[in-house]
């Protein structure tokens, strides 16, 4: 054997031995991590210190609001997550359907109903379908039982499966007589491989996001929703008061928030949820 061969077979097992140190690397730092957080959710692009994009920062919250209630479109867009080893409460469904869909107008009511059932058996999962079902099924059959006033009432929602993350949202307009309109959101996030519920915290941090930086731009968001709701209210139009030092706009008391399209965080703070109102603010995290 000459010696260009020679140094040619040890360039190749030095080549061999490189890539195998990288793996070993890989498989301890990374698998492991996977294996300890429970999360897989796609983090492409995240730094610990991101901000939302410049896209998002020129877009109002009236822009942003506007464009979240053309998400609920009454289906689970999961790609290609393999559900088959989920115990389902019913195996000819999917994770999640339309459990119930009425449309119906009479004297005193109009109703347009597409309420989600999630079709997993799981305790966290069925405190998931009571919340449901005391929100917004046990609403709308009082309507259609026991209506006074002429009262419009629809109910739509959205899924997504993003990694092994499972998110839910339900969003509910109730028009009673000459009452100002309701707007209610309500979001269910399940780890589908633990099967536990999701705080906002856990997803962010697990999509790199620093949590002080997030309460920053929460706050900076929310500082300027209430100075334009300000100005309104010095047009003459009522509007719902913001404080932005108010505790409910840090992540870890986070209560209405999802993982939506192509993995984008939302925060939502639907204010119809406790007060007679449509008005709510929506922090989005791409």
């Known amino acids: 054997m000459n010696k260009n061969m ?27 991590s996977d294996d300890q957080t429970g999360y897989v959710i796609p983090s492409i ?26 998400l609920f479109t009454n289906q689970l867009y999961k790609g290609n997550y393999d559900t088959s080893a989920i115990e389902k409460l019913d195996a000819s469904q999917d994770i999640v359907y339309s ?6 107008e009479q004297e005193m009511y109009e109703v347009d109903l597409n309420i989600p059932l999630i079709n997993i058996n799981n305790e966290v999962v069925q405190e998931f379908n009571i919340a449901t079902q005391e929100i917004f099924a046990d609403r709308a059959n009082q309507i259609m039982q026991s209506a006074t006033v002429k009262t419009i009432f629809d109910i739509d929602y959205v ?18 007589g000459d009452q100002a309109q309701r707007v209610i959101v309500q979001t269910y996030n399940y780890n589908l491989r633990t ?7 856990e997803i962010l941090t697990s999509l790199q996001y620093d949590i002080a930086t997030v309460n920053d731009e929460i706050k900076r968001q929310i500082t300027q929703a209430s100075q334009d709701a300000a100005i309104l209210q010095q047009s003459g139009y009522e509007v719902y008061g913001r404080n932005p030092e108010d505790s409910r706009y840090q992540v870890a008391n986070a209560d209405t928030y999802f993982l939506g399209e192509n993995g984008a965080f939302y925060l939502i703070y639907a204010y119809g949820n406790q007060a007679v109102t449509s008005e709510m603010d929506i922090i989005r995290f791409d």
């Open 45 to 70: 692009g995240n730094q610990s210190t991101q901000t939302p994009s410049e896209e998002e920062e020129e877009e109002t919250m009236e822009v942003r609001v506007a464009n979240f209630k053309t």
């Open 195 to 201: 099967r536990q519920k999701v705080t906002a915290e």
């Open 99 to 104: 459990a119930a869909v009425v449309q119906d």
């Open 6 to 32: 020679r140094y040619a077979i040890y360039g190749v097992i030095l080549v061999v031995c490189l890539i195998s140190v990288i793996l070993a690397i890989y498989d301890a730092v990374f698998v492991e």
């Open 159 to 176: 899924a997504y499966v993003n990694g092994d993350i499972l998110s839910v949202v339900i969003m509910s307009n109730l028009k009673e």
